[in-house]
């Protein structure tokens, strides 16, 4: 079991939909993530929440849109999302006060989203 | 941001030892040396991490070359659990550009053969 949640676990949607996918984490960490793994690829970074406050952003396209409500909570908006962001949405946090040097990333399984 | 290279592949068999070697030759004086493993259908975890000294922990050893230019992660005895993508992460420290974020590279898979 991890120590952070992901849900739902499955997702399929339409390109018209809107749609968000739910992260949480109760280990008091302060930094959060967004990833996104294509199949056989390795996880790429999308998003770094800190202190709640958005810190980076990989120049993610704006149907993406990522919100922390709490330190607790990340969600990710999804709106009239391509088939090819089909992808596993991957969320981690960490201790948050020097980034994942000395604070290793825990990472939740993941959504499974398709986008038909 | 410091390149990796990591095998595509490695086999091993249950109860051996496994060396993973990782080759980072851009590496800055202040990055970190990460590993994290990828288990099927599951999110990366973190295994090990580094800057100058060998290190040990309850899942592996890192050993890190002098020149920092490489690093290989020991698993002692491999399990079919082991099983899994482990990844390389050169980590930049605080200043760079790169600061705090975690970049994944190809990784290697490992094989654990009963």
């Known amino acids: 079991d991890t120590e952070v949640t992901q849900t739902p676990k499955h997702l399929v949607m339409g390109m018209t939909n809107k749609k968000s996918l739910k992260c949480e984490q109760h280990?008091?960490?302060?930094?959060m993530y967004w990833y996104k793994q294509k199949a056989k690829k390795p996880p790429e970074l999308m998003f770094v929440?800190?202190?709640?406050?958005?810190?980076i952003n990989e120049s993610v396209p704006s149907r993406f849109s990522p919100e922390c409500p709490n330190s607790s909570l990340l969600n990710l908006h999804l709106h009239a999302l391509q088939p090819e962001d089909s992808a596993l949405y991957l969320c981690a946090s960490s201790q948050g006060l020097q980034g994942p040097i000395n604070s290793p990333l825990h990472f939740g399984n993941g959504t499974r989203l398709t986008v038909t | 941001d410091a390149k990796t290279t990591q095998p595509n592949s490695m086999e091993s068999n249950e109860e051996e030892p496994v060396h993973l070697p990782c080759n980072h030759s851009t590496i800055s004086g202040t990055d970190y040396i990460h590993w994290y493993r990828q288990l099927p259908s599951q999110g990366p975890e973190y295994v090990i991490h580094g800057l100058t000294s060998n290190v040990n922990n309850r899942m592996a050893s890192l050993a890190i070359a002098e020149d920092r230019k490489s690093s290989t992660l020991i698993l002692h005895r491999a399990t079919l659990r082991d099983a899994a993508v482990y990844y390389c992460i050169p980590l930049p420290g605080a200043g760079g550009t790169s600061y705090g974020k975690l970049t994944f590279g190809q990784g290697t898979i490992l094989t654990v053969h009963p």
């Open positions: 280990m008091g960490h302060r930094a």
């Open positions: 929440y800190s202190y709640e406050k958005l810190s």
